[in-house]
């Protein structure tokens, strides 16, 4: 049984195979041909000859509709996890013939579920149809596109056939970022040294300080800042520009990804790590993701998209920086040696729940709770 469906996938991609009207028509002449034969009728074999040419022209006129297509597929946007992957694929008519009954199947990867179809019913001579569906992703990861098929039984509907293009492409679904307004873990850390981080955003509250310049009235610049007297000498308003002090504090975000870990454990761990670094970033702090195959990355498309392809049990070949670290693993064991100023999460083993390390605080996460609650939640 497999190796005649084998065949017949073979032939139908090859060239063509018989569909149900036209193996019905196929044994109709058979009888028509052996009943000729044996009453020697001439309008038996009429009927017989006019059914097998039937069904090779109905073989033939499918296999040559298909002839001449074209398909491609636009790039696939990048999305984030619970959201839609949207997939635009167009199928171009080159010739001056109309091409009709078309079934489009484009071959999307197999844990993203059954590959889609859509039926066509005509595309007109030298035009392009443009078929837009949307993909469902609940799982982060790079999912690829290889090739798209193009069946079709026109004209006669007696004979399949179906022809392979290649239209590869890459969708990339980031992990999902919990909105955080608040991370103790960011924000208090290194207060153990007394590390003074001071940026821009203390100065915007500032009504005195070095005035680096004068320039014109914005809008949206605070009254407080106005130089009323220069204003009133020129005739327009002029805002101080106070010298900006800045420093920075830098913060790696660790994803211990060289260990075992169950699965819906890791899946929250990646999410807490893309939420903790864009927290990062939104706080102003030089911010990194670590990973153990990877090392050091940085960059908002390039976090996402490393820990959009980062999976549990990988070789470590990167050793820790010396920086202060949100430590994420699933081993406590791992914790004692953390660099000064750092934090941990921790998906604690079933036989390690009372093994944490005190030295630097961090947050052992309760499965049973959300976890942008843990994240915010004080040390």
């Not at 097998?52 to 597929?73: D, N």
């Not at 290194?190 to 509250?205: I, K, L, P, T």
């Not at 005739?235 to 075992?260: C, F, W």
Request: proline share 7%.
């Amino acid at each position: 049984m497999k190796l005649f469906r084998r065949l017949i996938n073979w032939l139908e991609s090859k060239w063509a195979t018989p569909s149900f009207a036209g193996w019905i028509l196929g044994m109709i002449a058979i009888c028509f041909f052996g009943a000729a034969t044996n009453t020697m009728a001439g309008w038996l074999y009429a009927i017989s000859g006019v059914s097998f040419a039937m069904l090779g022209l109905g073989a033939v006129l499918a296999a040559r509709s298909l002839r001449s297509l074209q398909i491609s597929r636009l790039p696939i946007a990048p999305i984030s996890s619970d959201d839609q992957i949207t997939v635009e694929i167009l199928i171009k008519n080159p010739t001056l013939k109309p091409k009709s009954l078309l079934q489009i199947q484009d071959l999307i990867p197999h844990s993203l579920g059954k590959p889609p179809i859509q039926s066509i019913e005509t595309i007109a001579p030298q035009s392009t149809y443009h078929w837009t569906y949307y993909q469902p992703a609940q799982k982060r990861g790079i999912y690829w596109w290889q090739e798209v098929q193009a069946k079709t039984a026109a004209p006669l509907g007696l004979f399949w056939s179906r022809r392979s293009h290649a239209a590869k492409a890459k969708a990339i679904v980031y992990p999902r970022v919990l909105p955080l307004v608040t991370c103790p873990l960011i924000d208090e850390m290194g207060r153990e040294d007394n590390w003074q981080v001071r940026s821009d955003r203390f100065y915007q509250a500032a009504t005195e300080g070095v005035t680096k310049a004068l320039r014109p009235y914005r809008a949206g610049d605070p009254t407080r800042l106005i130089h009323w007297r220069t204003s009133a000498r020129y005739g327009e308003l002029k805002v101080r520009e106070l010298e900006v002090v800045t420093g920075s504090q830098e913060v790696v975000i660790a994803l211990d990804n060289t260990l075992p870990w169950i699965e819906e454990d890791f899946e929250q761990a990646v999410i807490a790590a893309a939420s903790l670094y864009f927290y990062a970033a939104r706080r102003q702090l030089e911010v990194q993701l670590w990973t153990g195959d990877l090392g050091l990355v940085h960059g908002s498309q390039v976090v996402l998209e490393t820990l959009a392809a980062t999976n549990f049990g990988v070789k470590k070949i990167n050793q820790l920086p010396d920086l202060p670290l949100i430590w994420l693993t699933t081993n406590s064991a791992s914790l004692i040696p953390l660099p000064t100023a750092s934090r941990w999460i921790l998906w604690p083993q079933e036989d390690a729940l009372g093994m944490v390390n005190q030295q630097f605080p961090g947050v052992v996460v309760d499965r049973t709770k959300p976890l942008q609650n843990q994240l915010q939640q004080p040390l």
